[in-house]
């Protein structure tokens, strides 16, 4: 619809989808004003051919060859071309051409058209109130223009990716950024701007076990999401199609019959390694109500198994006995690379979902190709070789955060600190700015999907300002900019936590008292600062960690269940220093016991518990004397950092297997360090 009025409306009117348009019958013309529409008697429309304009492909000549940018001239012949007195008007990719010549019986026009990007395009010719040409012959008339490419720039980027390159050359499409990818060495390179000679990107990451090694690009065991779904076999049922497998969802069934398998196969040239992997058997309402079978013994004898062409498949594990309902992990023991996995059962597929773990990598070269493509058509597929390469040299390194946690309402001054930021020299300067696509000031630093405010350098090092989190997400760092790309992160995180003491935390309401449950959803970070009262039940799905800087701390429940989260008291990196103590509450008989974990019990399903106190230096050592029966002091030989309240036992002091020990654990009182030995007081 071009204009509407009250009483009037100009459109254009579709074109008819009929091979033989002089059979059709006239139209009817409906008028949808928002839900409600209206026809008439005589509105009606006539598809007449006789009133068509229309090319002869094969007297009409388009210059063939163009080059991009190139001005191409071309000749259409045919009938109705043109209007008495009134030029067509003409189109070839969306781009105006201008008519040079017309004669008035509208038998043949001349034209030229510039600046067509890379690719095969319609020659469009519409005559005013006749309508669009329509082509007589096998083909359209079309201009084909292969896209070229000149350089990109940098030609360096880290290899946590991040870097914004700019490929240049002819051909592209800036009326349609969207028909315009760019990949880097085989893999998705992020689209941010196209014009007729350049198209702007941010490079992927590099990950391989190299460098995840050396940076950390990548967390291990994790869920893998990318690639397609594949099945093999035969094909499965409609109602059960393979997408089933992979939907989330467990009442959702896939059914493959006859040796059928399905998996993911990896693209963008991604290789994974598999540590796990899950199954859920079909739900018996899912495929079967009225007969109530079961279906886990449909999956017994399946086995996972690995390909990197497709045709060639090893298998990672067998499943030996019918797996139970619900829920199925089975761990893989095998350290190669496959791009293809798929579960191929021994005959016939039941499968609710299909879950698999592992590190996904890049399986690429250092320096490696730009290739870039216009359209789906070859002539808009170019490629430059060994145009990028991924360095040390030009990656950024984070090493340290502080302080390294703050409260989710923002407003913390957090100082991030590494190697390859810039020039240390330019105190509380700002980091370098090369695209407008960024915007005004410097590169990003971007914690849980928040930007970090007033980003600037200071003597070498990255400084901001948190932002608000008002929502639960997984903890994510992102330090940019656009001259050097991502800094790889090497595992560190700045975590938004709340304390357990503070209303905020809650609601704005108390904190849990006695006989309370709680539960942290996946993405809260709560720091325990105070000793609560006891609790009946915890779900730990986000994180739950020990603070610092409270003093000892007791958490008292009857039930710690971490389902995909984390309980934290201390780190390898950073022990807890003062005494932690979880107290796990219960009567034999009385106390009720969950599925599967019992009761008084820390349970953990696919989550984690840390538990790293102050390493005793050394974990043993020798008595420097004897130890008569009834002594309250022992003298060790080396040098302890054991403390008052330390738990020890000591040991028999021969070799024969006919000693028995029979002393009991001792308790440190105190201990006392005179040259050359250490004293320590005991209380058995």
């Not at 590099?206 to 094909?235: F, H, K, P, W």
């Not at 449909?298 to 619900?326: F, M, V």
Request: some cysteine; overall charge negative.
């Amino acid at each position: 619809v071009h204009t509407a009025t009250e009483d009037s409306l100009v459109c254009d009117v579709p074109k008819l989808m009929y091979d033989s348009p002089e059979d059709v019958e006239s139209m009817d013309v409906v008028v949808f004003v928002n839900a409600s529409f209206s026809a008439c008697n005589d509105c009606q429309l006539q598809y007449d051919m006789s009133v068509t304009p229309t090319i002869e492909s094969e007297r009409s000549t388009m210059q063939a060859a163009a080059a991009p940018g190139d001005t191409v001239n071309f000749i259409l012949v045919g009938s109705g071309l043109a209007a008495a007195n009134t030029a067509p008007s003409i189109t070839v990719g969306g781009v105006a051409a201008t008519v040079g010549y017309y004669n008035v019986s509208g038998e043949r026009v001349e034209g030229s058209v510039t600046g067509i990007p890379a690719g095969v395009h319609e020659v469009k010719l519409q005559v005013n109130e006749a309508g669009f040409a329509f082509t007589d012959g096998t083909d359209n008339v079309t201009l084909t223009v292969s896209l070229a490419l000149s350089g990109v720039s940098p030609a360096t980027g880290s290899v946590a990716g991040g870097t914004v390159i700019t490929v240049a050359g002819a051909g592209l499409d800036a009326a349609d950024p969207a028909s315009v990818s760019v990949e880097v060495c085989g893999l998705r390179c992020a689209t941010r701007a196209v014009s007729a000679d350049a198209v702007e990107c941010v490079t992927p990451q590099r990950v391989t076990v190299d460098t995840n090694a050396q940076y950390q690009l990548v967390e291990e065991d994790a869920l893998i999401t990318a690639g397609m779904l594949s099945v093999y076999g035969r094909v499965p049922y409609k109602k059960y199609p393979s997408g089933h497998a992979f939907d989330g969802d467990t009442s959702n069934l896939y059914r493959g019959d006859t040796n059928p398998a399905v998996g993911r196969s990896l693209e963008g040239g991604h290789v994974a390694t598999l540590s796990s992997y899950r199954v859920f058997p079909a739900t018996r309402s899912a495929w079967d109500p009225d007969r109530m079978r079961s279906s886990t013994q449909y999956l017994r004898d399946a086995q996972l198994q690995g390909s990197n062409d497709g045709a060639t498949w090893t298998t990672l594990h067998n499943i030996t006995k019918n797996p139970d309902e619900g829920w199925n992990q089975y761990q893989v023991d095998s350290a190669e690379m496959y791009r293809h996995f798929r579960l191929a059962c021994a005959a016939h597929c039941l499968l609710g979902e299909l879950e698999l773990y592992g590190t996904l990598y890049t399986a690429t070269e250092a320096t490696c190709e730009v290739r870039v493509q216009v359209g789906n058509h070859s002539s808009g597929e170019a490629a430059l070789p060994a145009a990028f390469e991924y360095t040390d040299a030009s990656t950024p390194s984070i090493s340290g955060i502080s302080p390294p946690m703050g409260t989710t309402g923002g407003g913390t001054d957090i100082t991030i600190s590494g190697t390859g930021f810039g020039d240390a020299s330019s105190a509380s300067g700002r980091l370098p700015k090369r695209s407008l696509l960024w915007g005004k000031g410097v590169g990003k630093v971007v914690v849980d999907g928040v930007n970090c405010t007033d980003v600037r350098t200071v003597s070498g090092d990255i400084v901001c300002t948190t932002g608000e989190r008002p929502w639960h997400v997984e903890s994510s760092l992102v330090v940019s900019w656009p001259e050097l790309g991502n800094a790889a992160t090497n595992g560190i995180m700045y975590t938004y936590i709340d304390r357990w003491s503070a209303s905020t935390t809650w609601g704005g309401g108390d904190p849990p008292v006695a006989g309370d449950s709680v539960v942290i959803p996946a993405g809260k970070n709560i720091l325990l600062d105070v000793s609560p009262p006891q609790l009946v039940l915890i779900i730990c799905e986000g994180r739950l960690e020990f603070a610092r800087d409270a003093g000892d701390l007791e958490l008292h429940a009857e039930y710690i269940f971490v389902r995909g989260g984390h309980l934290v008291v201390g780190t390898e990196d950073a022990p807890f220093t003062n005494q932690a103590t979880i107290v796990m509450h219960g009567q034999p008989y009385v106390t009720p016991e969950l599925p599967t974990y019992g009761a008084k019990v820390i349970a953990v399903r696919r989550g984690a518990v840390d538990l790293h106190g102050v390493p005793k230096s050394p974990p043993w050592t020798q008595l420097a004397a004897t130890a008569e029966v009834g002594a309250s002091t022992l003298e060790l030989s080396a040098e302890v950092n054991w403390k008052v309240g330390d738990v020890m036992v000591v040991a028999s002091t021969e070799f024969d297997m006919e000693e028995v020990f029979s002393g009991a654990p001792m308790v440190t009182e105190s201990v006392d360090h005179p040259a050359p030995r250490v004293g320590l007081n005991v209380k058995v």
